[in-house]
């Protein structure tokens, strides 16, 4: 029923010129792979792994995420249930430019679960964040870590899909 107020409201502002069709936020999507291992090393040899081969759209100015790993469940403070996600995620906003370019605020974050001390739960995040212009269509990386052989970064690709 929202749904169809909103097509409904939306018609109208065109109908009276409020708003047009330029006006209405573009799609992006962001194809992402997050990788772990040796940036030199091969999946063959076992160097190099893939954690995440994914994809998201969500419209300018409105964050998407994508991630791998899993749920850890605890209690809140009133008892109930929650979960607290582990693992890596990719989590992005941005807006088109011309000219094929792109603004985006872009980040990457690993959580790990550390020991819980009187039954409260120990979460470690380590985060990089990127922001400013990127070139549609382009593959860039986003590094999240460099430690010794075992790095973690993810690749990016922002495109706007065809209307």
Not at 17 to 32: C, H, I, N, T, Y
Not at 54 to 69: C, I, M, P
Request: with cysteine; hydrophobic share 40%; net charge positive.
């Amino acid at each position: 029923m929202g749904t169809m107020l909103l097509s409904i409201s939306f018609a109208a502002m065109l109908s009276l010129g409020v708003a047009s069709v330029k006006d209405a936020p573009k799609q992006l999507e962001f194809r992402v792979k997050i990788f772990q291992g040796d940036p030199l090393g091969s999946r063959e040899e076992g160097s190099l792994e893939v954690l995440c081969d994914s994809k998201f759209v969500t419209a300018e100015k409105r964050r998407g995420r994508v991630f791998t790993g899993q749920e850890l469940s605890a209690l809140d403070h009133r008892g109930e249930l929650i979960y607290h996600q582990i693992g890596i995620g990719v989590e992005a906003t941005g807006w088109v430019l011309k000219n094929g370019r792109v603004y985006l605020d872009i980040s990457i974050s690993h959580t790990t679960s550390g020991k819980a001390v009187e039954g409260r739960t120990q979460l470690n995040t380590e985060t990089a964040r990127s922001v400013g212009v990127y070139t549609l269509d382009n593959a860039f990386k986003l590094r999240l870590s460099r430690k010794g052989d075992k790095q973690t970064w993810a690749e990016v690709v922002v495109t706007v899909p065809s209307e």
